[in-house]
């Protein structure tokens, strides 16, 4: 996936972004269980974004509000097993006739349940089974 650091994008969008990010944070606080990894370790597990984005279990594309809204699964096997969505939005890139995907939240969780809540929309891709 090429990378852009140059990529501008509208206030619109960016109002939007922040308004989803909002939604999804309570979405998942009040989802989250008690023994879950907790919000304010979210963090720790940032290194682990680019291998999610480009090496996804599971990837889920849903419109929303007119937006194409991407998530990215992956599950991994460090500390104790943890799954990570990467949640974002397609936005149209004139220049490059390509879709640029900006990041709206990231989060971790060792419970299915939060999970499936946000897996949803059209499942694009998905790992190869032998």
């Given at each position: 996936m090429e990378r852009r650091e140059d990529f501008i994008i509208s206030e619109e969008i960016v109002e939007w972004i922040?308004?989803?990010?909002?939604?999804?944070?309570?979405?998942?606080?009040?989802?989250?269980?008690?023994?879950?990894?907790?919000?304010?370790?979210?963090?720790?597990f940032d290194s682990f974004i680019p291998n999610t984005i480009e090496f996804p279990d599971k990837v889920f594309e849903n419109p929303e509000d007119d937006q194409r809204v991407r998530t990215y699964l992956k599950s991994y096997t460090e500390k104790s097993g943890f799954h990570q969505m990467v949640i974002g939005v397609l936005i149209d890139d004139k220049q490059s006739n390509a879709d640029v995907f900006v990041p709206i939240i990231s989060f971790v969780s060792k419970k299915s349940n939060l999970i499936k809540e946000f897996s949803i929309g059209r499942l694009i891709s998905r790992p190869t089974l032998n």
């Open positions: 922040g308004l989803k990010k909002s939604e999804y944070l309570s979405k998942i606080v009040s989802l989250q269980l008690a023994d879950d990894i907790g919000f304010e370790e979210f963090h720790q």
